[in-house]
């Protein structure tokens, strides 16, 4: 009897289970819902401010702000050839990461860290305008409205004590507007002397993170925690400003003191939106004549975290 019920047992599983599979089948094809609603469309003009203002991020800025033009034909550019740019790009990241990955496995006791899969996908960024600054310096200073939403696919294996471990990073979006300064102009090729890039405010970093094919980003916190240390990292990055002052004086000004302000520097034009005092540093004039150059980061008062590095240098004339 033991035997045949457990038969019997087996084919009633076998049959609930199927006969559940079609019927629940049938159910999702032919139960519609009753209580969906069609998504009610509107033009710019019919929405209330509170729609606008949450529309108000997703505007292209050349839209919104006469300042940005559009940049249409340099996003047909990158997409005709970022097939070519990808490869180039990956080829180049390889390079620059493989000495670096080289000289520091040794110190964690890892055996080896390798690029299984290199790829930044076939969705290329897009620019949402850019606005062109217009100075009495030899310089050129453009600010691109950067988004990128990417489906690379990026697999390193690491191999340590025997063990293999595959993390791989996917889905990757970049929201950014950075600053970038030609300067100075020179009347040869490429037509200026160096690049200066800088963020005007935080940019928007988000992907996916797999280990062994597990989403590491499903870890309650741990999402939060990356995307804030990303942030902090890119936007705390040293702005470097390469400009000399000098300044001619009959007599070493040992009793005075030399004032240097930093201050933000604001896109927006008007009374109410002036620039913001970041911080400050009064540096003795007797402490540079004395020790004749000095080069050294200095603490900015009223600020929490702000730094700021100077070259100072005394010279006399003979």
């Given at each position: 009897?033991?035997?045949?019920?457990?038969?019997?047992?087996?084919?009633?599983?076998?049959?609930?289970?199927?006969?559940?599979?079609?019927?629940?089948?049938?159910?999702?094809?032919?139960?519609?819902?009753?209580?969906?609603?069609?998504?009610?469309?509107?033009?710019?003009?019919?929405?209330?401010?509170k729609?606008?203002?949450?529309?108000?991020?997703?505007?292209p800025p050349?839209?919104?702000?006469?300042?940005?033009?559009?940049v249409?034909?340099?996003?047909?550019?990158?997409?005709?050839?970022?097939?070519?740019?990808?490869?180039?790009?990956?080829?180049?990241?390889?390079?620059?990461?493989?000495?670096?990955?080289?000289?520091?496995?040794?110190?964690?006791k890892?055996?080896?860290?390798?690029?299984?899969?290199?790829?930044?996908?076939?969705?290329?960024?897009?620019?949402?305008?850019?606005?062109?600054y217009?100075?009495?310096?030899?310089?050129?200073?453009?600010?691109?409205?950067?988004?990128?939403?990417?489906?690379?696919?990026?697999?390193?294996?690491?191999?340590a004590?025997?063990?293999?471990?595959?993390?791989?990073?996917?889905?990757?979006?970049?929201?950014?507007?950075p600053?970038?300064?030609?300067?100075?102009?020179?009347?040869?090729?490429?037509?200026?002397?160096?690049?200066?890039?800088?963020?005007?405010?935080?940019?928007h970093?988000?992907f996916?993170?797999?280990?062994?094919?597990?989403?590491?980003?499903?870890?309650p916190?741990?999402y939060?925690?990356?995307?804030?240390?990303?942030?902090?990292?890119?936007?705390?990055?040293?702005?470097?400003?390469?400009?000399?002052?000098?300044?001619?004086?009959e007599?070493?000004?040992?009793?005075?003191?030399?004032?240097?302000?930093?201050?933000?520097?604001?896109?927006?034009?008007?009374?109410?939106?002036?620039?913001?005092?970041?911080?400050?540093?009064?540096?003795?004039?007797?402490?540079?004549?004395?020790?004749?150059?000095?080069?050294?980061?200095?603490?900015?008062?009223?600020?929490?975290?702000g730094?700021?590095?100077?070259?100072?240098?005394?010279?006399?004339?003979?």
């Amino acid at each position: 009897m033991g035997f045949f019920s457990t038969i019997l047992g087996f084919c009633g599983f076998g049959v609930g289970i199927s006969m559940g599979l079609v019927i629940g089948y049938f159910l999702f094809v032919y139960l519609q819902p009753n209580d969906v609603k069609h998504p009610e469309i509107q033009s710019i003009a019919d929405q209330d401010p509170k729609s606008m203002l949450r529309m108000l991020p997703e505007i292209p800025p050349w839209v919104k702000n006469p300042d940005f033009d559009r940049v249409d034909w340099i996003n047909r550019f990158i997409e005709y050839m970022w097939p070519y740019l990808d490869k180039a790009i990956c080829k180049t990241a390889k390079n620059i990461a493989k000495p670096i990955i080289e000289e520091q496995i040794p110190k964690y006791k890892i055996d080896s860290v390798e690029f299984e899969t290199l790829t930044l996908g076939s969705l290329p960024p897009t620019f949402q305008g850019m606005k062109v600054y217009l100075t009495d310096e030899k310089e050129l200073i453009m600010e691109p409205c950067l988004k990128w939403a990417a489906n690379p696919n990026i697999l390193v294996a690491i191999k340590a004590f025997g063990l293999k471990a595959t993390v791989q990073v996917v889905d990757l979006q970049v929201f950014a507007q950075p600053r970038i300064t030609l300067k100075p102009l020179v009347p040869s090729f490429p037509c200026f002397a160096s690049i200066y890039v800088s963020l005007m405010e935080k940019p928007h970093v988000d992907f996916g993170l797999k280990l062994g094919g597990a989403d590491l980003m499903s870890i309650p916190g741990l999402y939060r925690f990356v995307q804030e240390q990303i942030k902090d990292q890119v936007a705390n990055i040293d702005p470097r400003w390469g400009e000399e002052f000098t300044f001619m004086l009959e007599e070493p000004p040992v009793r005075e003191k030399l004032h240097v302000e930093v201050l933000s520097t604001s896109s927006r034009i008007g009374l109410l939106h002036p620039k913001e005092t970041l911080g400050y540093v009064d540096i003795p004039v007797v402490d540079v004549v004395n020790n004749k150059r000095m080069n050294q980061k200095f603490h900015l008062i009223d600020s929490k975290n702000g730094k700021i590095q100077l070259e100072l240098e005394w010279r006399t004339t003979s």
